[in-house]
């Protein structure tokens, strides 16, 4: 681990109201030191006690004033790297933060690596791996849903759970290598009916978070969702109610949309990542032909797909070709134009669809049907009611391999159980399971791992 002192600027390089330049590391208080004076032009950081705030200016090596400023000192091992840490709150001129940098650097401070900041925290045992990534899942969060998440693991649900596990399976490891070593004096008789027993709870509990995966990935990084239907049946003025302003072009010509246009939207702690493509037809011009193409690929790849059907007009070939692409996707079915004369019913649909979809009447130019959509999409894609407070959802793909690892594990022990195997084949499963829990807090984890998930991290965090 490197214990050399880094500096970073840690809010966005624009013009804003205030920039923050972090120092961390043995030398923090002695660099920064020299260019900071309070209000009767004394330098006198080095005499501040830890976690107070001060108001002064940075000046350069030459006495001349940069700016006023506001200056914080956090002494080891009470702050966020465990090291000591000056931040330094300027003006958030772009000019200013970075000249102030400059300063910093050539005083002898190194720039520091994305994410390096949380990696000290993590290499000196301040926070484990898994709240170290909720750090940066909190800054890259979409919607309610995420940030509450995040926040709920960087406080240690998951870290809780996943040592509480650990520790049953590390006490049966113990258990079996000391009847081993000393069988005359802690016999392994009914141990088989014992393991069994702690094996089912063990599983049932790495199988609930296996289980919570697929809806919090979704919830976290927004469900891919793409609207298809032919030419002209109101795909784009949905994409516009959905947006809340136009961003698509819309107008009777069918035809209008020839590429696909992406938004994000966010209601009640979910995001969609909505694409509107092309209407799908048989066509003969050109570019509207790769319009299709790509919608079609949109298609394969959506977590939802949104069928707009122009409920006033009897359905073609076109409608029936779209059924074929879409019948074994999640799909809600919206009936438009169901102001007007219908001709397409719930139940023809039904008959296409064979009660996968979800069937609901919409109109874009009256704007109905919109709320009966958001709360469909929450049933669809939360399994049982979304809670804030008691449920631990993993939402890291990295995590989810690592469960998954462990729970096959434990299935080979209940396995090995079954087949009444010696009971050295129960702890070297035992051990797989444990070594594959501890990737997701760390403690069985590789410094290249580490580097590569601290190196996704931003600047100055």
């Given amino acids: 681990m490197k214990t050399d002192t880094i500096a970073a600027i840690s809010t966005a390089m624009t013009n804003s109201g205030i920039g923050i330049i972090r120092i961390s590391g043995k030398d923090a208080v002695s660099i920064a030191h020299p260019f900071f004076v309070n209000k009767r032009n004394e330098k006198c950081l080095e005499s501040f006690r830890s976690h107070t705030i001060h108001y ?7 006495d001349t004033y940069i ?26 001129g772009v000019f200013i933060i970075q000249k102030i940098m400059d300063i910093i650097t050539a005083a002898g401070a190194r720039i520091a690596e994305p994410g390096e900041f949380t990696k000290r925290a993590f290499l000196n045992g301040r926070i484990d791996l898994s709240k170290a990534e909720a750090v940066m899942d909190m800054i890259s969060s979409k919607n309610e849903f995420a940030l509450k998440s995040s926040m709920k693991q960087l406080k240690g649900s998951l870290s809780e759970l996943i040592k509480k596990l650990r520790d049953e399976i590390l006490y049966e490891i113990a258990f079996i290598e000391s009847a081993l070593d000393d069988p005359e004096h802690i016999s392994l008789e009914d141990y088989p009916e014992k393991l069994m027993a702690k094996t089912e709870e063990i599983c049932a509990g790495l199988k609930k978070l296996l289980d919570s995966a697929h809806d919090g990935k979704l919830l976290k990084e927004g469900i891919r969702t793409v609207i298809v239907g032919k030419p002209n049946v109101g795909k784009s003025s949905f994409m516009n109610i959905l947006v809340g302003e136009d961003k698509a072009i819309v107008t009777d010509v069918a035809g209008t949309t020839r590429d696909i246009l992406e938004e994000t939207v966010s209601f009640g702690g979910i995001t969609l990542n909505v694409t509107d493509t092309a209407g799908i037809r048989n066509t003969a011009d050109i570019v509207e032909k790769i319009g299709v193409e790509r919608a079609k690929k949109a298609i394969e790849d959506a977590d939802l797909i949104i069928y707009m059907v122009d409920a006033s007009v009897p359905m073609d070939e076109n409608d029936f070709n779209i059924v074929d692409m879409i019948k074994d996707k999640k799909v809600i079915i919206l009936l438009n134009k169901s102001d007007l004369n219908v001709c397409v019913t719930e139940e023809e ?28 999409i929450k049933e669809m894609f939360i399994h049982g009611n979304l809670s804030y407070n008691d449920e631990v959802y993993i939402t890291n793909m990295r995590h989810k391999e690592a469960i998954k690892n462990a729970y096959e594990s434990m299935l080979q022990v209940r396995k090995s159980i079954e087949n009444c195997m010696p009971e050295d084949f129960y702890s070297i499963d035992l051990t797989s399971a444990c070594a594959s829990l501890g990737l997701i807090t760390g403690e069985e984890v590789g410094e290249d791992l580490v580097n590569e998930i601290f190196s996704k991290f931003c600047m100055g965090k």
Avoid at 80 to 89: A, F, K
């Fill in 67 to 92: 700016d006023e400023v506001m200056v914080s000192v956090m002494k080891a091992p009470h702050s966020y790297t465990m090291e000591d840490i000056v931040e330094i709150n300027c003006h958030g």
């Fill in 349 to 376: 649909i039904k008959a296409y669809f064979m009660d996968n979809g979800i069937i609901m009447k919409t109109s874009m130019t009256e704007r109905s049907g919109i709320d009966y959509f958001t709360k469909t």
């Fill in 56 to 62: 002064g200016y940075i000046i350069d090596k030459d």
